[in-house]
């Protein structure tokens, strides 16, 4: 299986303020076929089901703020909020769909400081 | 609008089964691929399997602590998705979601809570 691995677990940061949030896959994640990264970040406010920010490792979901934004390629992928807003509160997952099973991120909580 | 539409969770006692269901309206269901994720309270994600479209062969996949277990299911005919949980143990305790699965999981049904005690 691969491993999904998130850091930091916690993050608290100022209104206004960058957040950045990284994931590192056990196995490379790129398609070379396709030239795509099996990717996807979500959000999850407390008693809500997970929302889909990126897919692709880079490509915004339909509706999401471009405050929002997902880099990198291989093993090394970062989600970046540029300004964070009071709704930003959550906790963000990674996914790795490359196979199954398709394993998640153990999670970063974000928190305003 | 894509909406999945679970059924209520339940009480279950340890070794008994419990089938859940997710029914899509506004996507053509037939062509979708889902999957079920569930979460134990205040811990994380844990992805528990999918089935294909039947046209894609309509094959499943299960992670393995619910691997031999746990079934998913499928009925086009009724737009439904189903998670028939047996065996069932005090750890299998959490609330349980069904997803389109893509590229990444779009569409989320609102979720199931399933307790197993005593």
């Known amino acids: 299986d691969i491993v999904m691995t998130q850091s930091p677990v916690s993050l608290a940061v100022s209104l206004g303020e960058r957040a950045t949030i990284n994931c590192t896959s056990s196995?490379?994640?790129?398609?070379?076929?396709?030239?795509?990264?099996?990717l996807a970040w979500y959000q999850q406010k407390a008693g809500r089901p997970p929302k889909l920010l990126i897919y692709?490792?880079?490509a915004r979901d339909s509706g999401v703020p471009d405050r929002f934004s997902g880099s990198g390629s291989g093993t090394d992928f970062t989600l970046t909020i540029s300004s964070l807003q009071a709704e930003d509160v959550a906790v963000y997952y990674c996914?790795?769909?490359?196979?199954?099973?398709?394993?998640f991120g153990q999670g970063t909580k974000v928190e305003i400081k | 609008e894509v909406q999945l539409v679970q059924s209520e969770g339940g009480l279950v006692k340890p070794g008994g089964s419990l089938r859940l269901s997710c029914a899509g309206s506004?996507?053509?269901?037939?062509?979708?691929?889902m999957s079920w994720v569930r979460q134990a309270p205040g811990r994380g994600l844990e992805w528990l399997g999918r089935i294909k479209s039947k046209t894609a062969g309509g094959t499943t996949d299960y992670g393995a602590p619910v691997k031999d277990r746990f079934i998913i299911l499928r009925d086009d005919s009724k737009e439904t998705v189903y998670l028939q949980m047996n065996s069932l143990k005090p750890e299998d305790s959490a609330v349980y979601y069904c997803?389109?699965?893509?590229?990444?999981?779009?569409?989320w049904g609102q979720g199931a809570l399933v307790t197993v005690s005593s």
């Open positions: 996914q790795q769909y490359y196979n199954t099973p398709r394993t």
């Open positions: 196995q490379i994640l790129f398609y070379s076929s396709n030239n795509k990264n099996y």
């Open positions: 692709w490792a880079s």
């Open positions: 997803n389109t699965d893509s590229s990444g999981s779009r569409y």
């Open positions: 506004g996507m053509t269901f037939n062509n979708a691929w």
